[in-house]
């Protein structure tokens, strides 16, 4: 276990905790080496792994193939320790790179794709003894491509695009109906943006943080975090990302509410190492001398290869006082294009990315305690 002891600075006091940091479980996955963009939420205390997709076989610059899958896993508590296993049941189709939310009681997967199509559906993930069942209970809007999703009172909250920008959806799981709201009102948040439900004060509200995203000019990397009123139906900036007193970019982190009005971030891709290997690929794909090419291919290959791994940085975000922490550093590998779940006082992360197009099997724990 890893023990990180960090201060946490409000504007009027000082709050000490202990971070403890720790791998509890492995994902079984036997034909692949770890998931990355399964559909992740709890049931109870268990939690539910479902989908995702690896790189099994070579690399993707070394021209390998993303497969998808439509395994599921569950994670459980077994006495003082927790067990992942491959649950009876599984996807109607391998999927992955949607988004899920839990009521509790039911685990719901919004999109996603696989490498023959994109997925217009809503399953719910239901446990049925030691079976997991899933059944398709609607459609997606079309031309509606979600990002992430949040909860409230028996209400899903979708934020993602389509073909005009930014969009964001309300829909009433008991009566299959979706309602269009106000949409996010800056450049398209495609990917890699959470949406996190928190109350700030008496009012009930969305924090979309970060992404990416690509339009008429391009590609580019949100360090944005917007805030949604459920009950004004409109958005509004708040204060930017921010690591080492620096503003910054942030895309894939694994978020969750914590306390009454702390958004935990664990984690995420800055973009700088990703800017510069998009930027090479680019140079690569225009370049018309042969030895250059040559060269720069290598360069892209150890870019990839000798990546240092993606942010170890665990931060707070105050909804009141609109403030955004570091607050500690994991001291083990953080993986990306994965979701946090917060069960107790237990964050855990499972699986993911941790490095360019390299999975993990690990299933991360972190536990704050004063």
């Not at 290997?277 to 250059?292: A, T, Y």
Request: proline residues 4%.
């Amino acid at each position: 276990m890893t023990t990180v002891t960090f201060a946490f600075f409000l504007a009027s006091c000082t709050d000490s905790y202990d971070i403890d940091i720790r791998k509890i479980a492995e994902v079984p996955a036997e034909n692949h080496t770890g998931t990355a963009g399964a559909f992740i939420g709890s049931i109870g205390d268990t939690v539910i792994i479902a989908g995702g997709s690896d790189f099994p076989g070579p690399k993707p610059w070394e021209g390998g193939e993303k497969v998808y899958y439509d395994d599921i896993y569950i994670l459980y508590r077994n006495g003082g320790n927790y067990e992942c296993n491959v649950a009876e049941g599984k996807l109607p189709v391998p999927l992955g790179n949607g988004c899920a939310v839990s009521d509790g009681k039911t685990v719901f997967c919004i999109g996603g794709n696989n490498s023959a199509r994109r997925s217009d559906a809503v399953y719910a993930l239901r446990i049925n003894n030691t079976k997991i069942i899933a059944d398709s209970i609607a459609c997606i809007p079309p031309g509606f491509v979600p990002c992430s999703a949040s909860v409230h009172k028996g209400e899903i909250y979708v934020h993602g695009t389509d073909t005009d920008g930014n969009a964001l959806y309300r829909f009433s799981y008991a009566s299959g109906t979706w309602t269009e709201l106000a949409c996010c009102p800056d450049r398209k948040i495609q990917e890699g943006a959470p949406l996190i439900f928190l109350m700030k004060g008496n009012k009930p509200m969305l924090f979309l943080i970060g992404g990416r995203g690509t339009d008429k000019d391009g590609l580019y990397l949100s360090g944005s975090i917007w805030g949604y009123d459920i009950q004004e139906n409109s958005w509004e900036r708040r204060t930017e990302i921010s690591t080492g007193g620096e503003a910054s970019t942030l895309m894939y982190s694994s978020a969750v509410s914590y306390g009454s009005r702390y958004i935990m971030v664990a984690g995420g891709d800055d973009g700088k190492e990703f800017s510069r290997r998009l930027e090479l690929d680019r140079k690569i794909r225009m370049s018309g001398n042969s030895r250059e090419t040559e060269r720069m291919k290598a360069e892209l290959a150890d870019a990839n290869i000798y990546h240092a791994g993606f942010c170890d940085k665990i931060f707070s975000y105050d909804v009141l006082q609109d403030c955004w922490s570091e607050i500690g550093e994991s001291g083990i590998p953080l993986p990306v294009v994965t979701s946090a779940i917060c069960i107790g006082n237990s964050i855990i992360i499972p699986s993911g990315e941790i490095h360019p197009g390299v999975r993990s099997r690990d299933i991360i724990e972190i536990q704050l305690h004063r």
